[in-house]
T-cell receptor, first 113, second 110 residues
Framework: KAGVTQTPRYLIKTRGQQVTLSCSPI?????VSWYQQTPGQGLQFLFE???????NKGNFPGRFSGRQFSNSRSEMNVSTLELGDSALYLC????????????FGEGSWLTVV | AQRVTQPEKLLSVFKGAPVELKCNYS??????LFWYVQYSRQRLQLLLR??SRESIKGFTADLNKGETSFHLKKPFAQEEDSAMYYC????????????FGKGTRLSVIA
């Protein structure tokens, strides 16, 4: 079956702009998580959605937000972009219950200039 | 708070030599521990999890609650093992986010 799909794969934005990233989970998965990966901080958890509800939230400012649709697809939005937001944003999906395996997408590379 | 520490950023070994990638964690409860691997130009993927107690691609890892460690081992390294390895912890299997270590880059030299 198809894996986790993220779009766009690469994008460049200017400081102050906003960006929306999209994630399509594996069919049947109801949980979608987002992580930020940077060379300095590594992989950091942003938030998790399960059945359209935010179930867990990491320690990021309110400029970072997300949502999940009824088909489990998810989007994350970053407003008022800062240079430090340049990172690889990874989406991961799982069934969200029990001892399930988390599958990652290839990520969206965001560069803020 | 949960924390995962991988003390080595880079580990270089010769082909055929044993490999041990270290992982220590901090968590007061009963965690679930994972090893994820990222090969060049590929996505992050699960290598193994402690509850499965299985060997994947010759790698094993044992959870040592006394030492709060979950080191990854392989008796004979292969060139195709060269990759970035991340240790991760989940406080509650399936329902809580993964906390990752900073990763160790394994380089296997022919």
């Amino acid at each position: 079956k198809a894996g986790v799909t993220q779009t766009p794969r690469y994008l460049i934005k200017t400081r102050g702009q906003q960006v929306t990233l999209s994630c399509s989970p594996i069919s049947g998965h109801r949980s979608v998580s987002w992580y930020q990966q940077t060379p300095g901080q590594g992989l950091q958890f942003l938030f998790e959605y399960f059945s359209e509800t935010q179930r867990n939230k990491g320690n990021f400012p309110g400029r970072f937000s997300g949502r999940q649709f009824s088909n489990s697809r998810s989007e994350m939005n970053v407003s008022t972009l800062e240079l430090g937001d340049s990172a690889l944003y990874l989406c991961a999906s799982s069934s969200g219950t029990g001892q399930n395996t988390i599958y990652f997408g290839e990520g969206s590379w965001l560069t803020v200039v | 708070a949960q924390r995962v520490t991988q003390p080595e950023k880079l580990l270089s070994v010769f082909k055929g030599a044993p490999v041990e990638l270290k992982c220590n964690y901090s968590y007061s409860g009963s965690p679930e521990l994972f090893w994820y691997v990222q090969y060049s130009r590929q996505r992050l993927q699960l290598l193994l999890r402690h509850i499965s107690r299985e060997s994947i691609k010759g790698f094993t890892a044992d959870l040592n609650k006394g030492e709060t460690s979950f080191h990854l081992k392989k008796p004979f390294a292969q060139e195709e093992d060269s990759a970035m390895y991340y240790c991760a912890l989940s406080a509650n299997s399936g329902n809580t986010p993964l906390v990752f270590g900073k990763g160790t880059r394994l380089s296997v030299i022919a």
